[in-house]
């Protein structure tokens, strides 16, 4: 197939017409079919029922140091949810915090802790005119719905399959010190699956910042999610890194059950030197009595060790996997050669990004919208929901079935022929196109 | 008895002399109990127990509407849960947002994002020069803490019987804009036990605040906690009064199964007019994915109802009941007449609030220590951990089995003879003495 580029106008006109053709086929099927979110399916979820059980006797809820764990106390998590926890992060169990059950939430009450009472002595953010945050972008949104809801300027940094634009990087944080933080998901990252070479990582953990509350919000959301038993992605672990590189207190480390047990009901943990836990053990003296530790003892007795985790996941790829390969094998047999859009082919993490030609994200969300498949918002892979090219839509595969994720896919890549013809003919693409 | 006070310095130094004997023998006994926190005991724990398996089939995880509730979605709480905890809470199910384990979790976020993003368009607490609350005493450490971390002044208002001062929070919320709330623990008060009168209640709702994003904190921990069927606390339900008074925004209201089911393990809910509801979840849709759900219906499914509820606090009652009337019992026959102390006698709650003679109470704590009874620190129930007169003791009855609590009461109540007979004597109190 040649590029669509290099099409005459006619082919391309009538092109378009057996593609309204298909449209109408989809049409006539009234799909509704929500893509938007990195949702586990139902297949996934059936997975850990086993946990609901697993303590049923008061014997049960007794930690290893002998407190009920059913009572108050312990504020920053029984001892074997961090054992747990710890080896899943490779971090030692004393760098660790479980919190309740959400990392998200974990990085919220951070940004927001800093903003009131700033990092380890330094001024209140509140207290700063300006705040900036760096963010390699197309990125996950619910981390600059953070820094936006705190008022917090972002600075995109163009992602790159080895990581973030180190150079520009390392030039900006060492310049400006209101540059507090970096988004980053270093492994699988969100959407394109990219994992951060070990030179990225290692540049990261030799930062220079002007800042001295300077940190890296390194959320490993993906760490264990695996596609591929035998093609695994692997990251040098960077609280290790930055204790050699001088910079012990650089970095927050994330991460949670959310996609090994239940979303919504998992467990999540924050992993940073002991200078910073100190800090973040007083404050949240203050902010709870502890988080939920029969959940976290649950969690412990299903799971027993990390190896009981692995095993878990590789169910989960079990489930996962077919559905990716379905979602590439579409994309090229259908898009393969014609020039109008480029995707990742990651070994694991949740999404696959998409880039179509420029200007056509929003009108490619639009009309599978119209036919019934809700994907990502266009833009929502940017800070403010702005992606200066239009280009950027992430595919979610994980929660439809697969016979629904292959119509919604084929759907997917209509539209992408249909808009990208309709651009290069100089055609409309306004929502009332 | 007569009065300590009207005792010869010889029958005081001879009583000084018997007292010391009775020490003695607790120093033999090798006490080692904790007394300083309202925890439940084993005995009320293992009443849940039955909700620890309550879920263990697919079809049990399946909300009314027919959500998943083991996968992301529903920012605010399942349907059900939020008819349980209204019912408990007396307000309408839509006037509710569910929220994690802990509902001093939810004041603490609350006052944060106060700081951060002002109340209903106010401007943010942290850009004002200065910000204060009114703390009844004495009332519960925990709030005090809260206020203290983010630099809020407090401001001292005396306890009584009926509920704070009115006149003086009525005096200083209409002529000072800065004045930004009020810790309200309005039924079986942390520590007295004390039940706010209808007059109080409806008082507070039509209180006429200078700042328009002054709010009640009403932390209603103890909504259900009765120790006697035939003679319980009723409390004038707040939103209602404000709402009728023409102030529907002006009152938060938490409440959290804390001491109901796990303690740390249960679920808490913010209850408010909806205009804070729609401020407040357009920032929760930014801090997490949503609290556990799974739990959220774990505690439904276990309840079934608010007469589930009831019910429950019955057999939670029958194990309290004898512990307070211990203490009572034991005060009455050792300190009765005595002129050294007054205290308490709740029909509900968690504590019994110890009034000494002024300036004994850090002693009494610390005597009582060195025989290995830990009580609640002296000062804690006083913002910045200040007692002016150095007379409150915060009892917390409920964690001890009943053999140890009348131990741990009787050696209470001869720390007090000891300590207020030396104040008399005018011998010294230090940490020396």
Redesign the interface.
């Known amino acids: 197939m040649k590029p669509y580029i290099e099409w005459s106008k006619e082919e391309l006109e009538a092109e378009l017409a057996r593609l309204r053709k298909e449209f109408k086929a989809f049409q006539n099927k009234a799909l509704s079919l929500n893509m938007a ?1 990195g ?2 399916s ?1 297949e996934q ?2 997975l ?2 086993g946990m ?2 697993v ?4 014997d ?2 007794t930690c290893e140091d002998g407190a ?6 312990i504020l920053d998590g029984i001892a074997e949810a961090k054992d747990l926890l710890a080896a899943m992060m490779e971090v030692p169990a004393e760098n660790i915090i479980i919190y ?3 990392s ?2 974990i990085m ?2 951070t940004i ?1 802790r800093s ?3 700033g990092v380890m002595g330094s001024t ?1 953010w ?2 700063l005119d300006k705040v900036k945050f760096l963010c390699p972008v197309p990125g996950y949104d ?1 981390h600059f ?2 820094t936006e ?2 008022g917090i300027e972002m600075i995109n940094v163009p992602m790159t399959e080895t990581g973030p634009d180190m150079d520009m990087v390392e030039k900006l944080v060492s310049e400006d010190d209101s540059i507090k933080g970096i988004w980053c998901v270093p492994k699988y990252s969100n959407p394109q699956g990219y994992s951060y070479s070990a030179e990225t990582v290692r540049r990261f953990a030799r930062l220079n910042p002007k800042a001295s509350d300077f940190r890296i919000y390194w959320d490993n959301a993906y760490c264990v999610h695996h596609l591929y038993d035998d093609h695994q992605d692997y990251l040098i672990e960077i609280l290790t890194e930055c204790r050699r590189a001088g910079n012990p207190d650089m970095v927050y480390k994330f991460s949670s059950t ?1 996609k090994i047990s ?4 998992g467990i999540a943990a924050l992993a940073a030197s002991s200078n910073n836990l100190d800090e973040i053990r007083r ?1 949240m ?11 976290q003892l649950r969690h412990v007795r299903f799971f027993k060790n990390f190896e009981g985790i692995r095993r878990h996941m590789r169910l989960h790829a079990d489930i996962l996997r077919p559905k990716f390969e379905a979602v590439d094998e579409i994309l090229t047999r259908e898009l393969g050669g014609l020039g109008i859009g480029e995707w990742t082919k990651p070994c694991g993490g949740y999404f696959i990004s998409f880039d179509s030609m420029d200007g056509c994200a929003k009108a490619i969300v639009r009309e599978c919208k119209k036919l019934g498949v809700v994907m990502t918002s266009a833009g929502a892979t940017f800070p403010y929901g702005i992606d200066p090219r239009d280009r950027n839509i992430r595919i979610a595969p994980s929660y439809p079935c697969l016979e629904d994720l292959i119509s919604a896919t084929q759907l997917f890549a209509l539209c992408v022929k249909g808009v990208s013809i309709k651009k290069i003919l100089g055609m409309e693409l306004t929502p009332h196109s």
Do not use: E, W
Request: glycine share 6%; aromatic share 6%; net charge positive.
């Open positions: 979110r949702k586990p139902v979820l059936n850990s029922m609901m059980d303590l049923s006797s008061a049960d809820l009920d764990c059913r009572n108050y106390g309740g059950n959400s998200l939430n919220y009450d927001s903003m009131t009472h209140p509140c207290k619910r719905a953070i809801h705190f959310s239940f979303p919504g009901s404050q003296t203050i902010q709870t009595i502890g988080h939920d530790k029969v959940n």
